[in-house]
C-alpha cells in the first residue's frame, strides 16, 4: 500500500506563486509515476503534470510553462512549483502515484491507483 501526503496549499493572488508537496510512504518501491492532478468545484479531475523515476515530464497545455514538477532524489516526493497563478487554477489539488501508467493515460486519474487526500488552492485578489 501506497500512502500520499500534500501540503503546501493556500491562497495566492492572480500572477502570484505557490509550491505543493506530495511525500509518499509505505511500499514506495512499487511507485514508478507521480502526477498532480486538479479539481475545481463541479468539474472533472483534470491532469496537470506527471513524473516518473527516469524523470520524463508531461504537461497539460494549460500549465506548460507556469507550473514545474520535479521529485525528491529518494522519489519518494514529488512538488508543483506554481507561477503566474490565475484564478481559474484554484481547486482542490491531488497527488497521485502508479507502477504503471500507460501513455494515452498519462494526465488521466484512472491511470492511477494511488491518491492523497488533496490540498486546496484558491486564487484571488
Known amino acids: 500500500q501506497v500512502e500520499l501526503v500534500e501540503s503546501g496549499g493556500g491562497s495566492a493572488q492572480p500572477g502570484g506563486s505557490l509550491r505543493l508537496s506530495c511525500v509518499a510512504s509505505?511500499?514506495?518501491?512499487?511507485?514508478?509515476?507521480m502526477a498532480w492532478f486538479r479539481q475545481a468545484p463541479g468539474q472533472e479531475r483534470e491532469g496537470l503534470a506527471t513524473?516518473?523515476?527516469?524523470?520524463?515530464?508531461q504537461y497539460d497545455d494549460s500549465v506548460k510553462g507556469r507550473f514545474t514538477i520535479s521529485q525528491a532524489n529518494d522519489k519518494k516526493a514529488v512538488y508543483l512549483e506554481m507561477n503566474g497563478l490565475k484564478p481559474e487554477d484554484a481547486g482542490m489539488y491531488y497527488c497521485?502515484?502508479?507502477?504503471?501508467?500507460?501513455?494515452?493515460?498519462?494526465?488521466?486519474?484512472?491511470?492511477?491507483?494511488?491518491w492523497g487526500q488533496g490540498t486546496p488552492v484558491t486564487v484571488s485578489s
Open positions: 509505505g511500499t514506495t518501491y512499487v511507485v514508478f509515476w
Open positions: 497521485a502515484a502508479d507502477s504503471l501508467v500507460v501513455r494515452t493515460s498519462y494526465l488521466r486519474a484512472n491511470g492511477y491507483k494511488w
Open positions: 513524473i516518473n523515476r527516469d524523470g520524463i515530464i
